[in-house]
C-alpha cells in the first residue's frame, strides 16, 4: 500500500487540494469556516444545553466541545468518504489507480480541517482555567485511532453506496442517533453502572471519553480502555479493507 501511494503520490496530493479547495469554494472566509462554523455550534449547544444538562459539570464549555470536536471531525470524514468512489468514477474508470486514493483524501483534508479546529480547542482550554500538562501528549493516540476507524468506515460505506444509494439517507439518520447516544452535552453519571457499560458499545463515545479523561480529568486511561479504543480502530479497519478486496473488481460496474 505504501509503495502505490508513493508511485501515485503527485495524484494523492493533488486530490486532497481539490478536495480542500472544493470545500470552500465561492466563500467569502474560506478557511476561517473551518474554526467558525465549530464554535457557531459550540454557541447554540451551549446556551441550549448548559442550563439543562450544564449544572453539575465542571468545565463545561470544554466538556461540550470535546465532544463536538471528535463528532464533527467523524461525520466530515465518513460522509466525505461515502462518496469517495462515486465521485471520482470518471478518474478511475480510465486509469488504473488504487481506489482507497480517494477515500484517503477525504480523510486528509477532514484531518486538516479538525487540526485547524484543535488550535481552538486548546485556546477555550486554556481561557476556561484547565491546567495543561505533559499527558496531553497522550491525545495522539485518540486521534490516530480515530483516524484509523474514519478510515474504516470510509471504506464501509463508500463500498455500500456504490450498491446502494438509499446509503445516504439511512447514514444521516444514523448521526443523529449516534450523536444523541455519545453524551456529547450530558453526563453519563446519572445513570447506572451497567447502563454505563453500554456506553463503551459506541466507538465514538469512546474516543470523546479518552479526550475528556486526559484534558479534563487529567488522568491517562487505562491499559484495558486503550486496547478497546485501539481495537475498535482496527475492528473498522479490517472490515473495511475486506470490502474493498472482496468488490474491488465490481464497483467498475455500478459508478
Known sequence: MLKKLKKNQFLFEELVKRDFKKKYKRTVLGMIWSMLSPLLNLLVMDLVFSHFFGRNIDHFVIYLFSGNIVMAFYKESTKGGMKALTSNASIFTKINVPKYLFLFSKNV?????????????????????????????????????????????????????????????LYDIFLTLLTYLSAIFYSIDRFSAEVQRYFLLNPVYVIIK?????????????????????????????VGCFFYKHYNQRFLYYV
Open 210 to 238: 479518552y479526550f475528556r479523561t486526559i484534558v479534563l480529568d487529567g488522568n491517562i486511561p487505562s491499559i484495558q480502555y486503550n486496547m478497546l479504543c485501539v481495537g475498535y480502530a482496527l475492528l473498522f479497519l479490517g
Open 109 to 169: 483534508s477532514a484531518l486538516i480541517n479538525f487540526g485547524l479546529i484543535l488550535i481552538i480547542y486548546f485556546m477555550f482550554v486554556a481561557i476556561d482555567g484547565v491546567s495543561f500538562h505533559p499527558r496531553f501528549v497522550m491525545l495522539i493516540i485518540p486521534v490516530v485511532c480515530l483516524v484509523i476507524m474514519n478510515i474504516g468506515v470510509g471504506m464501509i460505506l463508500s463500498a455500500l453506496y456504490v450498491f446502494f444509494r438509499d446509503m445516504e439517507y
